[in-house]
């Protein structure tokens, strides 16, 4: 038995919507995978029983022949068919290939994120198996995460001619005559109705199909699961046809669906602070120069965009969501710029600017108990050690004033200027807190009176930092 190829099926159109990744060279996928793209990733098993009636690639043939369907009718990129998925109902058949879920859902997943990785965001599984919506499901939880959107056919979803057929038949789900119908439709010349049976058994629990008439799950002598002997290639069309408009439909609706953001890591929220992955050939003096607009003007747009894009995940550290973060010195300080800096920003002018300053505090000390300052270059120790300028106790403040000194006095000569600048900042905090045990620029947010020593100072040039 030859398995025959996609010019060989005689639904290949001539003229097609979609493309097929696979024939394009490297530049023109480069044109074609782009944020605005739907990748359609065929699944159908070229390797399991369908009875003695079909071969053993009957769900390849059936998914090579809706692919072509799908291309001819929409702006797709399609990839060629995985073979191989996790099908261990059908194991006990000799030639039947599964693998386990993991394998499955990460073979999904390794092609999603190659396409991801060129701009591609919506993925479309063109899946014609059952046992597979589990890692499929998997799978799309995950790119989720990745702010990649997946979605799959659903074949537990029955459309009225096929729930009709199912009715007809009564019991039965494979190689029976919903599927037979659809094989003598798409591939006729490889169906044997001779060898066609009925073969309908109870199910008798946790189980695929099975040859033991005493084992769990359904007997099945011939691999058959329902009755294919009246099935008919008008049928068959009735069913594809059926199967298709939904899958258009549901590619329709991945088309016009917004990608979830992606979610955010310790090395993402770093990457925004410092303006990318601290490179060992870029001075922290010129990340400071860089960085400086967002770091310290006062900005509305830059203040919106971290609203929009991290206020989430500053209220997740809140709650404890983002704890195992802190087990590593780059996460714990991608929390303090959570909970130190980017509140400053997204709540300027009002007391949650200030409302999760406690948290962030905490985590410095802890992590200066634990020497994860040690780890850090300077630039980023500066803003691990924020927290306690911030502060309006006067034991921490003298604390930041020691770290920042110490920083200055380790710089560089080039980059001396920066910390420096970052030492006589930390000693300005120090200096209002000695007078005042407490910041009086913040006294009109909180709600908080202000003496008459604090209103004459609050006229002064730069008392609000």
Known sequence: MVQKTAAEHPTTPAQVSGVALDTLTWPQAEAVLTADTVAVIPLGA???EHGPHLPLNTDWLQV???????MAAANVVVLPTIAYSHYPAFTDYPGS??????????????????LARHGVRRVYALNYGISTNGPLRAAAEALAEEGVLLRFTDLTQAGPVKAALQWQQGEGTHADLIETSVMLHVAPEVVD???????????????????????????????????????SAELGAQLVDELLLAILQDIAALRSAVPPAPAETPDSVL??????????????ATVAAQQAALWWHKDPATDAAIRTRFAGWTAR????????????????????VLTDQFPRNMYRDTPQAFAFDALARRWCQQGLQRGDDQALRPIERVFFYLPLEHSE?????EHAVALMRALAQAAPPAQAEAFNGYSRFAERHHAIVLRFGRFPHR??????PSTPEEARFLTQPGSGF
Request: with cysteine.
């Open 271 to 284: 990457a925004f602070w410092f303006g990318g992955p601290l490179g060992a050939a870029t001075h922290d």
């Open 443 to 448: 006294n009109a947010i909180l709600g908080r």
């Open 46 to 48: 070229a390797t399991k």
């Open 64 to 70: 090579e022949h809706l692919k072509h369907r799908v």
């Open 97 to 114: 290939v599964s693998l386990d879920a993991a394998t499955a859902r990460d073979t999904v997943l390794g092609i999603a994120r190659s």
């Open 393 to 397: 106790a006067l034991a921490d403040q």
């Open 317 to 336: 550290a809140a709650s404890g969501a983002l704890d195992a973060w802190a087990h590593t010195p780059r996460g714990r300080l991608a929390l303090i």
């Open 193 to 231: 109705m001779a060898l066609a049976v009925r073969d309908q058994h109870p199910d008798r629990g946790p189980g695929g199909l099975t040859r033991d008439p005493q084992g769990p799950g359904v007997y099945s002598p011939s691999g058959i699961c329902g009755d294919p002997t009246g099935a």
